[in-house]
């Protein structure tokens, strides 16, 4: 298992933004096909492909604003970016639920990117 960094940064995001669209991209037909919650539309896995799609924009645009300079985006900005990007482009049930997801560990990881707070992120119930 490779060993996560001691803190996550916008770098990080906008990578973990761009292979989660990747991935989508590449199984959102077998995801539309198995056709999960709530209704029998067939466009889950497009859907959440369009909301990433969203969310990896949003974090590229980000990014774009500290071009000229020498800095890079804060975490906390690129987290925020990120799932406001996914609420802004969310795609049905699963695009909303989705973008929910991403919000509340945008929230845990704007109060600190190391990997306790990742973690917290990922297991947080949202609610």
Do not use: K
């Amino acid at each position: 298992m490779p060993q996560l960094p001691d803190d996550l940064d916008a770098v990080a995001v906008r990578t973990w933004c761009s292979l989660a669209l990747e991935a989508l991209g590449r199984e959102r037909t077998e995801i539309d096909a198995i056709n999960v919650y709530p209704i029998a539309d067939g466009d889950t896995g497009t859907n959440l492909y369009l909301t990433v799609e969203s969310a990896a924009a949003a974090v590229e645009a980000v990014f774009a604003a500290h071009e000229t300079g020498t800095t890079t985006p804060a975490t906390a900005d690129a987290v925020h970016a990120m799932a406001h990007g996914a609420l802004i482009g969310a795609r049905g049930n699963s695009g909303t639920i989705l973008a929910q997801l991403l919000r509340g560990m945008a929230g845990v990881l704007a109060e600190g990117s190391d990997a306790d707070h990742l973690a917290l992120a990922l297991t947080r119930e949202i609610g």
